[in-house]
């Protein structure tokens, strides 16, 4: 199959329209006694939540449905229950999220899982699904399924270390942040690698996990081709507005070898080409 070159990612202009509602409890790493959780869920997942879980729209051409079938029926795909997927496209995941065991079930499957090999199958379907055989067409016309899926592919890699992000207790920060029902808005930083911004009037906890949180982001937005370049900057100034001008980084950090996305090699090879120019001249 021939792969598309990536360009820069789709972000939301509109928190209103992709952020997570008030019902998904967002929670504060803060203190135990701050955290709620539903008294009624089981204690086990007997399933995990898949993305896109939900009958797909037909609002696709058909080799973009095709594509989609092809991914979410492809075996490698599925065992990474991807967090950057899940976060938008799954109603299983929503459900889960709403008992600190359930989505502390979900996560640990989630993060137990070969990264490397998760990271190279999210790549390639990150390149693939631009491809003109696949969802050019939906890609170009800014299909929300699509859109939601190709950043999903770019974001795998800062969500999952995010995602796997614990507490000094062990818990996961996320599982803490979701599941608080005093904090509404700590979840929505989760969101920032989509493409989602902060809102405006949101002001997450400062707690270490937060701070932890957009550390691990920073080192990914000085990437053009991750969503997170075009959210990071105002979200970590408005962190710092209730938090302390020094809480988190507002400039993203310098890129490191691992935090390239899609084409993220192609800046050294560029560099060597012009070396080899320059001497043959």
Request: charged residues 10%; negative net charge; proline residues 6%.
């Amino acid at each position: 199959m021939h792969l598309l070159a990536r360009d820069h990612a789709h972000t939301t202009s509109s928190a209103d329209s992709q952020s997570p509602t008030a019902t998904e409890k967002p929670a504060s790493s803060a203190s135990a006694s701050s955290l709620t959780t539903d008294p009624k869920a089981t204690t086990t997942l007997t399933s995990m939540p898949e993305p896109f879980d939900a009958v797909l729209s037909n609002n696709f051409t058909s080799s973009c449905q095709n594509f989609f079938q092809t991914f979410l029926s492809n075996s490698t795909f599925t065992d990474c229950h991807p967090f950057s997927l899940l976060l938008q496209t799954s109603s299983a995941f929503f459900d889960a999220s709403k008992s600190f065991v359930r989505i502390t079930q979900t996560l640990d499957a989630t993060c137990k899982v070969d990264f490397h090999k998760c990271a190279a199958v999210m790549n390639e379907f990150g390149r693939a699904i631009k491809n003109e055989s696949n969802c050019a067409v939906d890609y170009a016309n800014d299909s929300p399924l699509v859109l939601q899926a190709y950043n999903g592919f770019l974001a795998y890699q800062p969500l999952y270390q995010a995602g796997c992000l614990r507490d000094t207790r062990g818990n996961y920060c996320f599982a803490n942040a979701i599941t608080n029902t005093t904090a509404v808005v700590d979840s929505y930083p989760f969101y920032l690698p989509l493409g989602v911004s902060l809102p405006g009037s949101s002001r997450p906890t400062c707690s270490t996990c937060l701070q932890d949180t957009m550390a691990i982001f920073s080192s990914f937005a000085g990437n053009t081709t991750q969503p997170i370049s075009q959210t990071y900057g105002d979200a970590a100034q408005q962190i710092d507005v209730g938090c302390g001008p020094t809480f988190v980084n507002q400039t993203a950090a310098p890129l490191k070898g691992g935090a390239g996305g899609i084409g993220g090699g192609l800046t050294p090879l560029l560099a060597l080409w012009m070396m080899l120019l320059a001497y043959m001249l």
